[in-house]
Antibody, heavy 127, light 108 residues
């Protein structure tokens, strides 16, 4: 069974940094695209970024709202994807989900949609 | 950047049909995905590739996509369908995921 478990959330001051982790199990992690998606309290879903596999150069794409401040990386030996968040703003307060890209049709983790998701971890940016 | 527009809310009586629209420029040329999110839970895919259902999703959920509008249809609505629903596409020109603003479905 595919499982994603986020950790590392908490309270941080504006301008501070925080690193989230997402531990994966139940699939061949090194072959999977991984994304981060966030949801501000009472708001909708916002895609943050995606990292491809090493065979595709571990290419990362970011949303404009976080580009230059957030960094996504992966450690295939540990089956973990990270979200390093720097220069945090109050508006970064949200539940942060990691998700993979399982394609039902091919069985590969390179689909254009997000499935499955972790349970999320809350990040609160406040002074 | 590509924008998806959804109505904020839809209300429907049990047993009736709910239709949730998702508007976007020439969205019919893209594949659309729909997610259901219940309070305190992570989103779950209910429709992928415009109109296909993952295993375990009831056939009461169906999707269509043409022109500038994609639609998620929930037939024979049940109380358990009360949730937020989000449409999503992948903007290939920017290589980014894009979500609609979400629609809250209330079962009267």
């Amino acid at each position: 069974e595919v499982q994603l478990v986020e950790s590392g959330g908490g309270l941080v001051k504006p301008g501070g940094s925080l690193r989230l982790s997402c531990a994966a199990s139940g699939f061949t992690f090194r072959d999977a695209w991984m994304s981060w998606v966030r949801q501000a309290p009472g708001k909708g879903l916002e895609w943050i970024g995606r990292i491809k596999q090493k065979t595709e150069g571990a290419t990362v794409n970011y949303a404009a709202s976080v580009k230059g401040r957030f960094i996504i990386s992966r450690d295939d030996s540990k089956k973990v994807v990270y979200l390093q968040m720097n220069s945090l703003k109050i508006e970064d307060t949200a539940v942060y989900y990691c998700a993979t890209h399982y394609d039902i049709l091919t069985g590969f983790f390179v689909a254009d949609w997000f499935d499955p998701w972790g349970q999320g971890t809350l990040v609160t940016v406040s002074s | 950047s590509y924008v998806l527009t959804q109505p904020p809310s839809v209300s429907v009586a049990p047993g009736q049909t709910a239709r949730i629209s998702c508007g976007g420029d020439n969205i019919g040329s893209k594949s659309v995905y729909w997610y259901q999110q219940k309070p305190g839970q992570a989103p779950v895919v209910v429709v992928y590739d415009d109109s296909d259902r993952p295993p375990g999703i009831p056939d009461r959920f169906s999707g269509s996509n043409s022109g500038n509008t994609a639609t998620l249809t929930i037939s024979r609505v049940e109380a358990g369908d009360e949730a937020d629903y989000y449409c999503q596409v992948w903007d290939r020109s920017a290589d980014q995921g894009v979500f609609g603003g979400g629609t809250q479905v209330s079962v009267l």
